[in-house]
């Protein structure tokens, strides 16, 4: 990750950005008059906004940053600098870079962001020791308005966020549920979260039919991590919840995937990675908030003795399932999770999940799929934390005419039906719940096959900043 430091005045034959708001004066004293002139006619003229300057010891990079119709999406303009201004520092194999602007604390913290998220890579597997994506590793920032303190907490969300993006990229074959386990375990121990991890065993001891029931095709062990961050200056007696699935693979169990939809499937434990390192980043920031998570981990494989389609599972509150597709297995184990919620008596629960193709196909990759019940207060502080990191929430509605559609003929209720896949999804998880409850659907945001702007290939870490906000927003209103 990079290094960030703050400086009291620029340093002499370090490579440099220049930033500047559209409505600026294109003058600074790191620039030359002629190269403020030509900056000043090409973005006149061209409309060009990206300038280097090789002063052979050094460069001098100037960008130009136009205002958008909303403040947040003009702080994202500033996050794709940061992106852009990082792929030129590795193309030209700069290492080191110090930043100089007038423009707002905002605005730099934004800008360090897409630096930091475009930063990251996942090459653990990569076997030339010299092979070396990223050579930029450090940026010096010069501005008033930034202290210490505002670095600090970058770091320690963007630790939080390669945390999470390592755990999705990594394989099946060395992260299965009980890996998944450990690694949240490491977590709370660095961070001072108390950790429970159950096994098949206390699963079993408490009845949790629905997370045995996916994982019945599997050779592996179940797991369920309950971790507490409880500070002695907690402002809410009642937790925040946040619940995660943790499908370390999905190959659909019986219902099996076809074609190449199975081929970024270690990506389906994203719910858990990114709620369990949204928590380590709460802990690390000693927000006073208390909070629980919980995390139920299995895989679904169509083996042995697989749970099937007409399976009536019996699950953890006693309600009784009716399996329609065994590739709708996510919403089964959190289902067991959200009821266990129930003796924290939560202020509020949040979950998020790779839970539906549909999802995915109506936002693509730009936001998360949201339903609210009872909580409608805190999912616009929510979707107003979602514009200020730009991890963008749509929400859906939430009739009352959906519940029809989990109906069972044979049981309580069934957990597939036909059309409005992430409603219906969200309805079966509601029915688990007796407290105001926010469902993420994050299935489009998890995982990118190309890069998009500032956010690389791979595991992208979308909702860490996004809880991590809503924690401290939520923090101060308490």
Request: net charge negative; glycine share 6%; hydrophobic share 40%.
């Amino acid at each position: 990750m990079i290094s960030i430091e703050k400086i009291l005045s620029p340093k002499e034959m370090v490579s440099t950005l220049i930033v500047f708001g559209e409505k600026e004066n294109i003058a600074s004293h790191l620039l030359t008059k002629e190269q403020e002139g030509y900056i000043a006619t090409q973005f006149k003229q061209n409309e060009k906004k990206f300038f280097a300057f090789n002063m052979l010891s050094h460069w001098i990079v100037a960008a130009i940053v136009s205002d958008r119709k909303t403040n947040h999406e003009t702080i994202e303009e500033f996050r794709k600098l940061g992106g852009k201004v990082l792929d030129f520092c590795d193309s030209e194999y700069i290492t080191e870079m110090q930043v100089v602007s007038a423009v707002s604390k905002e605005k730099i913290i934004a800008l360090t962001e897409g630096m930091m998220i475009n930063s990251y890579t996942f090459d653990n597997y990569k076997t030339d020791p010299k092979r070396l994506i990223h050579p930029f590793d450090h940026l010096l920032i010069h501005h008033d308005q930034i202290a210490t303190a505002d670095i600090e907490r970058l770091l320690v969300v963007f630790q939080s966020m390669e945390k999470c993006r390592d755990l999705v990229n990594e394989p099946v074959c060395t992260l299965n549920a009980e890996a998944l386990a450990a690694a949240f375990v490491d977590l709370s121990n660095e961070a001072g979260i108390q950790v429970e991890v159950w096994m098949r065993d206390e699963i079993e001891k408490n009845k949790m039919g629905g997370l045995l029931a996916v994982n019945k095709g599997s050779i592996d062990t179940p797991t369920f991590t309950i971790m507490t961050y409880k500070p002695h200056n907690a402002k809410n007696k009642q937790p925040l919840v946040l619940v995660g699935k943790g499908l370390v693979y999905d190959t659909g169990g019986l219902n099996l995937k076809p074609g190449d939809y199975m081929n970024d499937m270690k990506e389906d434990m994203a719910g858990a990675a990114t709620m369990a390192t949204a928590l380590y980043a709460i802990a690390r920031l000693n927000l006073p908030i208390y909070v629980v998570g919980l995390f139920p981990a299995t895989d679904n494989r169509p083996n042995g003795n697989a749970y099937a389609s007409g399976d009536i599972i019996n699950m953890y509150d006693g309600t009784n399932v009716e399996v329609i597709n065994t590739d709708a297995e996510g919403r089964i184990i959190l289902a067991d999770a959200l009821s266990y919620a129930k003796k924290f008596a939560p202020m509020l629960t949040i979950d998020a999940a790779t839970l539906t193709g549909s999802a995915s196909r109506t936002l693509g990759p730009y936001g998360i799929a949201a339903i609210e019940k009872d909580a409608d207060n805190y999912i616009e502080t929510l979707k107003l934390c979602g514009e200020d990191v730009y991890e963008r929430i749509a929400e859906f509605p939430f009739w009352n005419e959906y519940d029809n559609m989990i109906k069972s003929d044979i049981a309580d209720i069934k957990n597939s039906s036909d059309g409005a896949g992430m409603i219906t999804a969200g309805k079966f998880l509601a029915y688990f719940t007796n407290y105001p409850f926010i469902h993420l659907d994050i299935a489009g945001v998890a995982m990118s096959n190309k890069k998009n702007e500032y956010r690389g290939l791979g595991a992208t870490g979308y909702g860490v900043r996004l809880i991590t906000r809503f924690a401290e927003v939520l923090s101060e209103k308490l």
